[in-house]
T-cell receptor, first 113, second 109 residues
Framework: EAQVTQNPRYLITVTGKKLTVTCSQN?????MSWYRQDPGLGLRQIYY???????DKGDVPEGYKVSRKEKRNFPLILESPSPNQTSLYFC????????????FGPGTRLTVT | KNEVEQSPQNLTAQEGEFITINCSYS?????LHWLQQHPGGGIVSLFM???GKKKHGRLIATINIQEKHSSLHITASHPRDSAVYIC???????????FGKGTLLTVNP
């Protein structure tokens, strides 16, 4: 089954404790992206990747890191999480960067205390 | 001013009604997406448009590039259509996405 998976789905952590949210797709998609969704602000793009070893900042990259060492995986790293990073995070992928349907993961609800 | 504006923010309809949700944007785009998010969070892509009109079942999406405006129509609405509908625009060749804040649609039986 074609899908985007994220792990963990739910995470409660404390300020400053490094964490990684994994994202994997099995559709051989070139383009992958991370978004956060907050009440009243909607979805905002954090980072995106147009292919292996090619990543770029979205609108809200501060406090996040990403890497794209393999085509299928695009982990989101929070080196020192803070409470303002409490949010619902979505990973998505699409066939190419030139414009195609986006497939979203199920979301990761992160709480930083 | 947001780059992507949706209207209305909230919409309540009776089953069977024709629904229109609007999206206006202020930047040059390479494509526009309509997404659906049901309570519980999952996001599904409904349409991707760069021109004209697309239809899928009871859903129709149109875009007018000159006027920087897109509409999502739902014909013969049903309670299962209740969801948040989100417009997103792709800017430039790097496909950076900017989202509207969404329209909460409630369809009552």
């Amino acid at each position: 089954e074609a899908q985007v998976t994220q792990n963990p789905r739910y995470l409660i952590t404390v300020t400053g404790k490094k964490l990684t949210v994994t994202c994997s797709q099995n559709m051989n998609h070139e383009y992958m992206s991370w978004y956060r969704q907050d009440p009243g602000l909607g979805l905002r793009q954090i980072y995106y990747s147009m292919n292996v070893e090619v990543t770029d900042k979205g609108d809200v990259p501060e406090g996040y890191k990403v890497s794209r060492k393999e085509k299928r995986n695009f982990p989101l790293i929070l080196e020192s999480p803070s409470p303002n990073q409490t949010s619902l995070y979505f990973c998505a992928s699409s066939l190419s960067a030139s414009g195609s349907e986006q497939y979203f993961g199920p979301g990761t609800r992160l709480t930083v205390t | 001013k947001n780059e992507v504006e949706q209207s209305p923010q909230n919409l309540t309809a009776q089953e069977g009604e024709f629904i229109t949700i609007n999206c206006s944007y202020s930047v040059g785009i390479s494509a526009l997406h309509w997404l659906q998010q049901h309570p519980g969070g999952g996001i599904v892509s409904l349409f991707m448009l760069s021109s004209g009109k697309k239809k899928h079942g009871r859903l129709i999406a149109t875009i007018n590039i000159q006027e920087k405006h897109s509409s999502l129509h739902i014909t013969a609405s049903h309670p299962r259509d209740s969801a948040v509908y989100i417009c997103a625009v792709a800017r430039g060749s790097n496909y950076k996405l900017t989202f509207g804040k969404g329209t909460l649609l409630t369809v009552n039986p």
